[in-house]
């Protein structure tokens, strides 16, 4: 399972740190992604990371913005996100599978690696 939380109204310029809440698996064994979904607009991956090491992915879009943290101990995937742009407003989901999966095919292609276990979302609203 994977509950997102932490999104809100922030101002361009502002920060948000969005947290994913996994249970049932371990993430020593998992790669997790950061996905969102704008309105009018196709689910797009923000930022993957592997199952085996730290190797981890983000768009051009955020590249520089955003930080994926994975903290094992407490089951718990941050994202925070710096620099908040308009453009970045969007419902973010995460979500992951036990795959061996590069993060950037990750990203591009989530289901292709059993990574479709969608939850509820949280929203994220940039405005002014």
């Known amino acids: 399972h994977f509950v997102e939380s932490g999104g809100g109204l922030v101002q361009p310029g502002g920060s948000l740190r969005l947290s994913c809440a996994t249970s049932?698996?371990?993430?020593?064994?998992?790669?997790i992604g950061w996905f969102r979904q704008a309105p009018g607009k196709e689910r797009e991956g923000v930022s993957c990371?592997?199952?085996?090491?730290?190797?981890?992915y983000y768009s051009d879009s955020v590249k520089g913005r955003f930080t994926l943290t994975r903290d094992k101990a407490k089951n718990t995937v941050t994202l925070q996100m710096n620099s908040l742009k308009a453009e970045d407003t969007a419902v973010y989901y995460c979500?992951?599978?036990?795959?061996?999966?590069?993060?950037?095919?990750?990203?591009?292609?989530?289901?292709?690696?059993?990574?479709?276990?969608w939850g509820k979302g949280t929203l994220v609203t940039v405005s002014s």
């Open positions: 979500t992951g599978s036990p795959t061996t999966g590069r993060p950037l095919f990750l990203c591009q292609s989530p289901s292709l690696y059993g990574m479709d276990n």
């Open positions: 049932g698996f371990s993430l020593d064994y998992y790669a």
């Open positions: 990371i592997s199952s085996s090491d730290d190797n981890t």
